[in-house]
Each structure stands twice: as C-alpha cells, then as structure tokens.
C-alpha cells in the first residue's frame, strides 16, 4: 500500500487549501478507512479527521466547520479542504489508511505534507 500526498503549501491566515492523496496497492480502496492526521513541531500526532468507505465523517472539534474530508473511490483519491486557516493549523499532514473500522487508527501511512499558516 502507497499513500502520496499532495497539495501542503503556505498560506496566510484565513486563507484555504486542499490536500490530496492517491492510494495504491489497494485491492478494495471502497472498504477501508481513510483519515487524515497532523504533527505540528513538539506536539503530538492528532487525527483530524476520518471517513468511511460510504462517506460517513468524523472531525476533531479543533477543525470542525472549517475542514471537510471526502473520498473519490473510483480514483483512490482522498481530500481535505481546510478553511479559515489559522496559525495553530500549521502541521506536517499525513494520509492514513486501514482495511478495519475507523476509530481504531490507521494501519498505512504516506509520508505528509507541510501546510504553513501565518
């Protein structure tokens, strides 16, 4: 399993971005949990948010309203769409997979990606 993101960039406060994430070496991308996850510098890992294989959504109360998950699985591709940045957004993010449920972590990760906000 391969997850690449893409899309982290610096952006000034209030601003948006879109993160994306192309799997492969998945056999049923449809049945897995896909999520993404943030570090920023001395903090640790938090998820910030998840999605079934049907489209159901969670979201860490910190980005609740301002980012949304969604999943393209004829393309294997997930997004977040971050909105209203602000400074505290600022993290290295991970793509995350996993054949189980969600909520009980991830399995795969991607390497991340650096979303700067100031």
């Known amino acids: 399993v391969q997850l690449v993101e893409s899309g982290g960039a610096s952006e000034q406060v209030g601003g948006s971005l879109r993160l994306s994430c192309a799997a492969s070496?998945?056999?049923?991308?449809?049945?897995?949990?896909m999520g993404w996850s943030r570090q920023a510098p001395g903090k640790e890992r938090e998820t910030v948010a998840e999605?079934?294989?049907?489209?159901?959504?969670t979201y860490a109360d910190s980005v609740k309203g301002r980012f949304t998950i969604s999943r393209d699985n004829a393309k294997n591709t997930l997004y977040l769409q971050m909105s209203s940045l602000k400074p505290e957004d600022t993290a290295i993010y991970y793509c995350?997979?996993?054949?189980?449920?969600?909520?009980?972590?991830?399995?795969?990760w991607g390497q991340g990606t650096q979303v700067t906000v100031s």
């Open positions: 995350a997979g996993d054949p189980g449920a969600c909520g009980f972590g991830f399995d795969y």
């Open positions: 070496g998945i056999v049923a991308y449809s049945g897995f949990c």
């Open positions: 999605i079934t294989g049907d489209g159901r959504t």
